[in-house]
C-alpha cells in the first residue's frame, strides 16, 4: 500500500511539472506584453528611477501577487536588463 501511494504521488509530481513547463502563445503574448511595459516605465524614468513600490501597486492592480512581482523582477536583473538600486529600478 505505501509502495502504491508513492507511486500514485511521483506521477501527479510528473504530470504537475510537465504542466507547468507548457505555456500557451496566449500567456506568451501576456508575458511580452508586461515585460515591455515594465521596460517602458523604467525607461521612461531616467536617472530618476522607477520606484519598486509603485511599479508593484501598479502591477498589482491588474492582479499581480508579489511574488509573481518579484519574480519577474528578478528575472530581469538576472537577465541583466534592469538594475535595483536603493529601491529603484534602473535600466541595466
Do not use: W
Not at 18 to 38: L, S
Not at 45 to 61: C, E, I, R
Not at 72 to 83: I, P, Y
Amino acid at each position: 500500500m505505501t509502495t502504491q501511494h508513492k507511486h500514485v504521488s511521483t506521477n501527479s509530481r510528473k504530470r504537475k511539472d510537465k504542466t507547468m513547463a507548457t505555456i500557451t502563445q496566449t500567456q506568451q503574448q501576456a508575458i511580452n506584453f508586461i515585460v515591455k511595459a515594465v521596460m517602458d516605465t523604467i525607461r521612461t524614468s531616467g536617472t530618476v528611477g522607477a520606484p519598486a513600490g509603485v511599479l508593484y501597486a501598479a502591477l498589482m492592480t491588474q492582479g499581480c501577487s508579489f511574488n509573481q512581482f518579484t519574480s519577474l523582477m528578478g528575472a530581469l536583473e538576472r537577465a541583466g536588463k534592469v538594475r535595483l538600486e536603493d529601491d529603484c529600478y534602473f535600466i541595466a
